[in-house]
């Protein structure tokens, strides 16, 4: 029992080493790390489950390789399903749907950093299985650092732009005030108080200048290139009023402010025309998603209730027992009814022409099976209801084809493999601030080990006392 304790310390301090070791050496490499070789297993040691899995994560390689992640995503999630007695599966998989996801949080970050937060935790999760599954796993602890310096650049840039917003803001309110003391020295005829409101037009035309400088510094840290541009415009216009008050041209300087004063607030304008659009355009579609959802609803129920008339009909023509054959098709009428009052209202639902011809002509023959109930041909009925059916089953291929042609439209690029990287050189030094998430996840899971072991050497060989070898 002391040996195994002296082993599982071994084990964890390699663990922590190894870790702190490659924490310097993420600000150098920011590629993210898949696992994308292969995975062999003994055959006499596997199982029919775990050579599926093993399949299934290949393929799911092979798909990441090519761009079909959707696909992939699919496979590793099946191999985690299927790989319970083989954590290294389990491992590498949990590994690349983290890759998967992270890739996805980077390109969000600077579009929208909030989002890139939400992905970036899912990605934390699977990184942290990883790394459970298979302890010492050298790529998914770098990919763990990446990950800890993209959140962190994801909330600075989210606090820059709230930040650039209120810089913005000053800057505005800052060339506006001196405009207005600029205008009012223009139009004072005394001159001792045309000097004194003069001085102070010049004092907040530089205030104001700085305040531009301001949102343009905090703009660049923001990942904002179209407020960098804004400012770098503003700039040049305060810093003209400023030239030209100093050569005794106020009216020029007079004019830069206003020109300042409009880009500002034009932008602005401009952001908020934007937004709006914006939000109705994402109303838009939120609406039509509705509507989508609403209409696949009513298709699948008037396929159910066409399809259970269809039963009761059948029911009804196969039984020979007069009474019992009275009340099935007495059922089948009952059925027939509710068919049509559903197919009608999955009709009001449509706007596809082609999936309205399919409709209307399984309201036909809904109609037609209701005649010929009437009229006492039940087989009639029957050939009815299946034409009906028929056709509302056409509108639902057509869905599922529309829907696998969209998702093939939106399939980025496929990726070419890349060549294998040289494994980077890490430095001496150790960026412990960097390290100290991991090393406080590590510490946390290797007590519950610890705890773990202790109570399975516990129930293997019973409460001993512990002989000293002192």
């Known amino acids: ?11 964890s301090l390699l663990t922590i080493v190894s870790t702190l070791a490659i924490a310097n050496n993420t600000k150098e490499n920011s ?35 090519k761009g079909e992640i959707k696909e992939a995503i699919k496979d590793y999630t099946k191999a985690i399903n299927l790989s319970s007695k083989k954590p290294i599966i389990r491992s590498r998989a949990y590994q690349n749907l983290g890759v998967i996801s ?9 579009k929208d950093p909030k989002k890139a937060l939400s992905i970036l935790s ?39 732009r709230k930040e650039m917003a209120e810089k913005r803001k000053i800057a505005t309110e800052k060339i506006r005030d001196a405009l207005d003391k600029q205008k009012l020295a223009n139009n004072t005829i005394d001159k001792t108080d045309k000097k004194k409101y003069q001085d ?8 104001a200048h700085n305040a531009v400088i301001d949102y343009n510094k905090v703009s660049k840290e923001a990942y904002s290139p179209q407020d960098t541009k804004l400012s770098d415009d503003v700039a040049k216009d305060t810093d003209k009023a400023i030239k030209n008050q100093y050569n005794v041209k106020y009216k020029k300087a007079e004019q830069n402010l206003i020109d300042a004063l409009k880009k500002l607030t034009q932008n602005q304008n401009k952001n908020n ?45 196969n039984s020979k027992d007069k009474e019992n054959k009275k009340q099935k098709q007495k059922q089948a009428n009952q059925k027939t009814e509710e068919a049509e009052k559903a197919i009608n209202d999955y009709n009001k639902s449509l706007k596809n022409s082609e999936q309205n011809k399919n409709s209307e ?29 028929k056709s509302l089953r056409k509108n639902k291929q057509k869905d599922d084809s529309d829907k696998n042609k969209q998702q093939n439209k939106n399939k980025p690029a496929q990726q070419q493999q890349n060549p294998p990287q040289p494994k980077p050189k890490y430095n001496k030094n150790i960026d412990k601030n960097q390290a100290e998430s991991i090393l406080k996840m590590m510490t946390k899971d290797e007590k519950s080990l610890k705890k773990a072991l202790k109570k399975k050497q516990q129930q293997a060989y019973g409460s001993t006392t512990v002989q000293k070898d002192w």
């Open 273 to 317: 025309k934007n937004n709006k659009n914006n939000n109705q355009n994402q109303n838009k579609d939120n609406q039509n998603k509705n509507n989508k959802q609403d209409q696949q609803k009513k298709q699948k129920q008037a396929e159910q209730k066409t399809k259970e008339a269809l039963n009761k009909q059948k029911q009804a023509n």
């Open 31 to 65: 590629q993210l790390s898949p696992s994308l070789k292969p995975v062999k297993l003994e055959k006499e040691k596997s199982d029919k489950y775990s050579y599926l899995a093993l399949d299934l994560y290949n393929r799911g390689v092979d798909k990441q390789l």
């Open 102 to 110: 992270h890739k996805a949080a980077r390109e969000q970050i600077i």
């Open 200 to 207: 102070e037009a010049n004092k907040k035309t530089g205030i």
């Open 122 to 160: 899912k990605t934390k999760q699977d990184y942290k299985k990883s790394m459970q599954l298979a302890s010492g796993h050298q790529n998914t602890a770098v990919n763990m650092q990446l990950l800890i310096n993209d959140t962190i650049k994801a909330d600075t840039i989210i606090k820059k």
């Open 1 to 11: 029992m002391y040996n195994s304790f002296k082993i599982f310390c071994a084990f």
């Open 361 to 389: 002509n399984a309201s036909k023959q809904v109609k037609q099976a209701k005649e010929n109930q009437k009229n006492n041909n039940p087989e009639k009925a029957e050939e009815n209801l299946k034409n009906a059916l």
